[in-house]
């Protein structure tokens, strides 16, 4: 189908009031050769939207560019036929509302986006989405609470599911409670666990294929057409599935690796997963494990092992919720009974502050914040506890039937679960604690794997209620991945994006770049060390675009060729007119929108620079940043999501990996002789909008210092 572009320019919205409208008419009938232009005070209201149908059908109208607010705002209203390209430039918030109304400079500015709007439009094409057969199946791994709850909801909403378990019976951790944490109101009462209802729902539901003593031997394909070998009895069963959630759930920690707490030495000091056992074998009285005998006093150690840089780093929230619940086991047991809680902090979050206020009006127990020195045996097998640096400023001995050591969750990933057929490994990758690393910020039942999500405590540890929540929320993402997979469309951070990487592999070297760099395992190595793509697993990111030397990535509308032609569209001043121009690569999930808040909050920013959104500072190509400067482009600057510990990046490691690639630049700028100081790489939050001035013009005035590129005059 041969392209025909249409110009659309909005003048509301400040937009007329800021520049010269007719001029951009100009840039797009003279100079760029448009010959369906028009601007339109409210080109989002209805006349405006059908003034672009009218065009579409009368003239034959193919590809839009809409000349008016940000991309992010009225997505729905400039979304057309899916065969029609539609290109956004941002006149309103980094033009109207973000610079100096009707000066030089900040109508070039305005030039400058139209051109490469412009430009983009007839070089980018509506994507043509890759759809193959579905299956809209989920695969539940663990029959944990977690997973049972999210089994039940799939099928709530009309999907069906495969659950496999590893023991022969369902229920997890749960069968083992005596009672459970206030799942309501006021949350001051535990409550029966009621397991088994939740354990026989799943036994009877015809939508729920159940697999008990069973595990998976692999996972093959890719999002919409897993195939799944099962395990069981020694038999390999082989199912389809569309996407996974994993909620193996948890184990607790060893504390036997603590020195000083006597666990696995005194037969007396057990850890909470022991004491639960206890109280259920007694029928909620506790006896003493070495004799039998009634309980009268306990000392809870909170965080055994927990919050220990030599053992477990974090906390993991429920311990202390555990020990007050074992507080009431023993109370309860015996009203005469002491207990003792010894702790660094207690955290109960939410509403479970209410349990623990109940318990701190118990006069039968004594919480104190302190240390553990040590704890020792009495010949008659009670204990001794010595505590330190408590709150009253002396040490304290406690003299104990029993001592119950709150360990933390360890995530059950230890082991294999998964087994993928991935090139860029079996299992999901982990953080250096074990849980599955994700966007936990942004996108929290994420993994870096498409499709397949974690919930529970695998993924975070948490109590019964929360891991609920968690597997509702990991049944609704599983069921989006599935949904989205039908229409050919990427989940988020690009939901709905239709394109997909697309290879020339003519001119591949089998350098491995995409497929090492690849955040997402989504590009596996054929026999010969050629990529071989999984069009499903890809998020969209373009990471493989901007790792591959040869150039032979891109999509339908992003690409190499197509941001370098809208660099080459901007007008660069001559050396003698003293005007710089900056080009900025911002990253569309971060960056990118900083600039629009600080338009909606009418920042002034220097109009010398120019911004175009890339979707990761993953995705920029060195061949960029080579034309640009090659182009006259003064400085550029690369502003990307923050990555590390804590890292934002919506993309997984794409900002990290962009900062690693500029070693390479140096290269460029080298052979460009020039100086490195005029590329610049930063890392920016959505809330630094406040920063950018000082950030743009901190920037300016080191090129300001380095003087105009002296390739301006070529």
Known sequence: ???????????????????????LLTV?????????????????????????????????????????CSPRVHFD????????????????????????????????????????????????????????????????????????????EATKAGYKVILVEKTPVLGGWMRRWYKQLPQMPPYKELQDVDIEKTINEVKKHPDIKLFTSAEIENVSGQPGMFDVSIKQDG????????????????????????????????TNVVNNVMMEDLTVQGKGKIKRPSDN??????????CAGSRDKNHLPYCSSVCCLTSLKQASYVRNSNPDAKVYIVYKDMRTPGQYENFYKDKQADNGVFLTKGDIAGITENPDKSLEVNIKNTLIGEDIRIKAD?????????????????????????????????????????????????????????????????????ATGAALKAIQALELESIGSAVHPRAGD?????????????????????????????????????????????????????????????????????????EVPGEEEE?????????????????????????????NIRIIPVRCLGSVNIVWIADALSRGIDGIMLMGCKYGEDYQCHFIKGSEIANRRMENLKEVLQRLVLEPERVRVMQLEISDYNRLPDIMNDFMAKVTELGPNPYKSF
């Open 1 to 23: 189908m041969d392209k025909k572009l249409g110009v659309y320019i909005c003048s509301g919205c400040d937009i007329g009031e800021s520049v010269d409208v007719d001029k």
């Open 28 to 68: 797009a009938q003279g100079e760029q050769k448009i010959p369906v232009c028009m601007k339109h005070a409210n080109l989002c209201g209805a006349e405006g939207v059908e003034l672009i149908k009218k065009d579409m059908k009368e003239q034959g109208v193919n590809s839009v560019v809409v000349a008016a």
């Open 77 to 152: 209203t400039f979304s057309f036929d899916p065969t029609v390209y539609v290109e956004r430039v941002n006149l309103r918030e980094h033009v109207a509302w973000s610079h100096v109304p009707k000066e030089e400079d900040t109508q070039m500015l305005a030039e400058d986006y139209v051109r490469m709007g412009i430009i983009r439009a007839k070089k980018a094409n509506a994507p043509k989405p890759y759809i193959e057969n579905i299956n809209k199946t989920v695969l539940v791994i663990g029959g944990g609470i977690t997973g049972m709850t999210s089994a039940i």
């Open 235 to 266: 038999k390999t069963i082989v199912e389809k599935a569309g996407s996974i959630i994993v909620s193996t759930g948890w184990k607790p920690y060893d504390a036997g690796k603590v020195d000083g707490l006597g666990f696995g030495k005194y």
């Open 293 to 302: 005998k009634d309980v009268k006093s306990v000392v809870f150690v909170q």
């Open 402 to 470: 029993m001592v119950v050591l709150a360990t933390g969750m360890v995530p059950a990933t230890d082991s294999s679960i998964l087994n993928l057929q991935y090139r860029q490994g079996k299992e999901l990758p982990m953080l250096k604690y074990g849980f599955p690393d994700s966007n936990f910020i942004c996108f929290p039942y994420e993994t870096q794997r498409t499709a397949i999500y974690a919930a529970g405590c695998v993924r975070q540890p948490a109590e019964s209620k929360t891991c609920k929540d968690d």
């Open 498 to 570: 239709l394109s997909y990487p697309i290879f020339f592999m003519q001119k591949c070297t089998q350098c491995k770049r995409c497929t090492e760099e690849c955040p997402f395992g989504a590009i596996d190595e054929d026999e010969k060390g050629s990529p071989k793509p999984n069009p499903n697993r890809c998020r969209r990111c373009g990471v493989c675009m901007g790792a591959c030397p040869e150039r032979i990535v891109s999509f339908e509308n992003y690409s190499v060729d197509i941001v370098s032609s809208m660099l080459k569209s901007i």
């Open 579 to 607: 005007k710089l121009r900056i080009l900025a690569l911002a990253c569309e999930n971060d960056a990118y929108p900083a600039f629009d808040i600080a338009g909606i909050n009418r920042t002034i920013l220097n109009p």
